[in-house]
């Protein structure tokens, strides 16, 4: 394809609030070049003033391609006129070169109130169609455009909530055209183009993700739109963890790092943080909350999470250094526990993981834990089977998952990573999400020779999942780099999401 598409545009005068106005909106298909890019949409009213719209990016659709769109909207004014018909070509820029989609340099056009023109060469076309679902959202509406060539006799919606184990089917209804069913009077060009709009709702109940793809029948001929191979799909927020070990007070610049860790909480939407090295004044050994460094994170959310922290040791002779999980939901049945053979405070082998439960909306029950444990030599296997025994006495019919998160001292290829791998138990959630190949000669097939793969990779930060969950990761970054809000501490983070199987 080209650079860049235009799959729609709207052109509709609302009148329903006495004072009428126009609204605009593009939709797009992109090439995505790279990450850094600008697209715009170039357009002029009957004034014959040029103007410059930005457009945004809507979705992914696939490989390369992206889909992006433009929405504005203008009221009568005493002081301004309405765009009426525009004029209008897009545009994208990229690495100093540019490029147009301007009808072969005639610019398109679009009579004001004539609803949705379609794109050349796009006969159907999923309007807008919605990612996310909401929390408690139960139905999605569908709204389709066919080119009046296709003459349409049927619309059907095929879909799943179920990775197609259960296919369900939605027929549509058509209002015959895309302005009747806005219900408009006195529009300045009626009918102007003819495409038929057909509606569905898609009754989708507690269902996570929806995948669907729309079905045509007209004149002994079927058309259909899947996304182009990929199916639409629309779903709830996934789960997403994050992992970081915040280096005990440690840092230059300290304060300008813990403001950097909440801004990445806000913006990555972390539901549940796992920190290691969480340090407050040591006190006398009577601690300080104030000064605790996963309270102080926590403080400077735009919302504070629960928080939940319980130390270890005096670490650094002057802080009581522990671990902490912070988390958007509730937390139940918090509990600190050592998994080390010393318990003395002031040995820095002794090593202690909290745990909580987290009923995770659509998903269940998880049982987290964060743990920071010892180096191979300094005990790592003994602590490494503690955790497994907790973990596994707090399992049952009712959890869905167990996350063993945090700082485990053992390099990815390590003695101590095949103590985990040969475990069968629990799995690499980083390596399954960007390694899927690696990850089944590891912990699927138990290759030979899988410990030379990971000869450079240096991870000592994990999540692990038990085999046996009702999760999937489905993306895994890192995070706290030069590339995005710098690093905070002698450990990068990891930021990783999850969805029922």
């Known amino acids: ?278 340090a407050e004044n040591w006190n006398d050994g009577q601690g300080d909350w104030h000064s605790n460094s996963a309270n102080i994170i926590n403080q400077r959310l735009r919302t504070p999470y629960h928080l939940y922290s319980d130390w270890s040791h005096l670490g650094f002779d002057k802080y009581r250094e522990g671990v902490a999980i912070l988390s958007r939901f509730p937390l139940l049945n918090q509990e600190g526990r050592y998994v080390s053979d010393s318990d003395e405070i002031y040995s820095i082998h002794s090593r202690k993981v909290v745990m909580a439960q987290v009923k995770v909306p659509y998903m269940g029950w998880v049982n987290v834990f964060s743990a920071h444990l010892s180096w191979w030599e300094d005990g790592f296997r003994q602590q490494f089977q503690r955790l497994c025994d907790w973990a596994n006495s707090k399992a049952g019919k009712r959890i869905k998952s167990t996350l063993l998160c945090g700082d485990f001292n053992i390099a990815a290829g390590s003695e101590g990573y095949q103590l985990v791998v040969k475990g069968h138990q629990y799995e690499d959630q980083y390596l399954q999400a960007n390694q899927r190949g690696l990850f089944e000669k590891i912990f699927r097939v138990d290759d030979a020779h899988w410990g030379d793969y990971l000869a450079d990779d240096y991870r000592i930060d994990y999540i692990f999942l038990n085999r046996d969950s009702h999760l999937q990761v489905t993306s895994a970054k890192v995070l706290f780099t030069e590339q995005d809000y710098g690093p905070v501490s002698d450990h990068c983070g990891y930021v990783m999401t999850f969805e029922p199987k």
């Open 1 to 278: 394809m080209s650079h860049i598409q235009l799959l729609y545009v709207e052109n509709v005068i609302n009148r329903k609030k006495r004072v009428p106005r126009q609204e605009l909106a593009f939709f797009m298909r992109v090439k995505d070049v790279s990450y850094d890019k600008q697209v715009d949409v170039v357009w002029s009213g009957e004034d014959g003033a040029w103007h410059s719209l930005p457009v945004h990016f809507h979705h992914g659709l696939h490989d390369d391609i992206e889909c992006w769109q433009a929405r504005a909207t203008f009221p009568l004014t005493a002081h301004q006129a309405l765009p009426g018909n525009i004029r209008f070509s897009l545009r994208y820029r990229v690495h100093g070169d540019e490029f147009w989609d301007n009808n072969h340099g005639r610019n398109y056009e679009s009579q004001a109130d004539s609803g949705i023109q379609l794109g050349p060469n796009i006969l159907i076309q999923n309007i807008d169609p919605q990612r996310h679902l909401q929390e408690g959202q139960k139905s999605l509406p569908v709204t389709v455009v066919l080119d009046k060539s296709l003459h349409a006799e049927k619309v059907t919606i095929h879909w799943t909530v179920d990775n197609w184990q259960h296919t369900f089917k939605t027929a549509c209804h058509c209002k015959i055209n895309y302005w009747d069913s806005k219900a408009k009077s006195n529009a300045r060009n009626p009918n102007q183009y003819a495409n038929q709009l057909w509606s569905g709702r898609l009754r989708i109940g507690a269902g996570f993700r929806l995948q669907y793809s729309i079905c045509c029948e007209g004149r002994g001929q079927v058309l259909w739109d899947n996304n182009e191979g990929r199916n639409y799909v629309a779903s709830h927020k996934p789960l997403t963890v994050m992992i970081l070990n915040l280096h005990c007070y440690q840092e230059s610049n300290q304060d300008h790092k813990f403001w950097q860790i909440a801004k990445a909480i806000d913006e990555q939407e972390v539901d549940i943080a796992c920190f290691q090295e969480v």
